[in-house]
């Protein structure tokens, strides 16, 4: 059994060999705990609202320089971050498993994600096109560039404590803009690390301006002094579509841009024709994988009327006999929950699920080692007559609701009848289901699977979703696009000024 002292001591061992300074996560005032054992494990300085500002402002001094610097070489900052990344795994993985409760091979993969976005970027960074467009005016060549934005805040969620930041930084940087970034009061830490592992690179580098990515510790108060300062030009805020209800209108009274990554309440759809055993997998590892606790969680399943007696009990099955434990020194498949409101909320829906007639499997806490500050649960899985009450609603927890479907038309109204939009799945070998699914008239989520569940994306694509998970992409793709302003430029070349649209004007 790890003990509170093992767990403290490991995160203290991790965070000097990082190079961390310990001023940044002893004698502060805000609370760091582990999930794993529920207890404190660090105290971290808040950074006041005026702090935040000055920050700020030095980030703004940081993006003039940093702007001149040719793409290529910044590519060259985030290419030896991905250097720094790769000898940083092991620790960074185990830090993000003891901060967010994740199981070894998620706190790893999630570092490696952060190493596959470098590597992205660092092409990026030649890649920046803009396009040159036939111009109706002899003479004339017309063409888009693309600029650096200026300040980039991001805001991110405890669950992926550390490859958020680096999907927007990567591309923040390479873009040419400077950084400032609140990470969430309940994993800091892991920002500290990551904030430490940067600054190797940048030694490494050379010559970037100083300041040019910062690490803003604090609760919500960080993040509002990012949302309102005028200085900050894009914000990427990831976290509960609560969240972004408040930051987005805040955004846009001052036409700040906005990436918003809020929550989701992700669906899949089972037809007749699907690989049963490929499916469980697919749903178990979606479903119960990372507790729940990923915004790509599976959280909604509409199950053929011909399957649904051959997958449920066999899914009922896999919940039961699921392993469940610490992190850190089990081979469990699931670990803990993030704290006791995740817990009560879990509780609170399950409770609405029954008063809605559903019947649920799982659920109940499970006492770990005897440490009664964390909770870990059981997954559940909950048998629904219909798509009311919690399943509307994203709660932050291993819960699935299962639901009976006949007519496959009505599975997908019912799949996209909810808020959220962010990520959904169709388990079918039948080809003009899948392509429907996939079609203009099918999910209407940002990220739609075939034959895959719903979590795990990989970073060469656009991530983000539609209707109350916000709009925002990031990571592959274009993404990058929305960290840098387009200026289309129109040059006269020969010795007329014809004017557009024909219109004449001679004085
Ligand atoms: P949260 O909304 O409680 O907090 C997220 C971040 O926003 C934190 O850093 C928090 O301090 C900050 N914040 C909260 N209120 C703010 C305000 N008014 N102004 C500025 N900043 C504010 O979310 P959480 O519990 O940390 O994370 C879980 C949620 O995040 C889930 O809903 C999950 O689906 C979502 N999430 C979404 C994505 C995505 O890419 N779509 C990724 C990860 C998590």
Known sequence: MTSIVDVKKETGAILDKLGVPRSAWTGGDMASFSPVTGEEIARLPAMSSGNCGAAIDSAETAFKAWRKVPAPRRGELVRLLGEELR?????????????????????????????????????????LYGLTIATERPGHRMMETWHPLGVVGVITAFNFPVAVWSWNTALALVCGNSVVWKPSEKSSLTALACQAILERALKRFGDAPDNLMQVLIGDRDAGEAIVDNPKVALVSATGSTRMGREVGPRLAKRFARAILELGGNNGGIVCPSADVDMTLRAVAFGAMGTAGQRCTSMRRLFVHESLYDK?????????????????????????????????????????????????????????????????????????????????????????????????????????????????????????????????????????????????????????????????????????????????????????????????????
Not at 103 to 116: C, N
Not at 424 to 450: H, K, P, R
Request: proline letters at 4%.
């Open 87 to 127: 000898a940083a795994k092991d620790d960074l993985g185990r830090l993000v498993s003891i901060e967010a409760g994740k199981i070894p091979s998620e706190g790893a993969g999630e570092v490696q994600e952060m190493i596959d976005i470098c590597d992205f970027a660092v092409g990026l960074s030649r890649q």
């Open 311 to 507: 997958l449920v009990p066999r899914l009922k099955a896999a919940y039961e006999s699921v392993s469940i434990g610490n992190p850190l020194e089990t081979s469990a498949l699931v670990g803990p929950l993030i704290d006791k409101l995740a817990f009560d909320n879990m509780q609170k829906a399950l409770e609405a699920a029954k008063a809605a007639g559903g019947s649920v499997t799982g659920g109940e806490r499970i006492a770990e080692a005897g440490k009664d500050t964390a909770y870990y649960v059981r997954p559940a899985i909950v048998e629904m007559p219909d798509q009311t009450g919690p399943v509307l609603e994203e709660t932050f927890a291993p819960i699935l609701y299962v639901m009976k479907y006949s007519d496959f038309d009505a599975a997908i109204q019912a799949h996209n009848a909810v808020g959220a939009g962010l990520s959904s799945s169709i388990f079918t070998l039948d080809m003009q289901e899948a392509e429907q699914f996939l079609s203009d008239e099918g999910s209407d989520c940002g990220i739609a699977n075939v034959n895959i569940g719903t979590s795990g994306a990989e970073i060469g694509g656009a991530f983000g979703g539609e209707k109350e998970t916000g709009g925002g992409r990031e990571s592959g793709s274009d993404a990058w696009k929305a960290y840098m302003r387009r200026a289309t430029n129109t040059v006269n070349y020969s010795k007329q000024l014809p004017l557009a649209q024909g219109v004449s004007f001679d004085i």
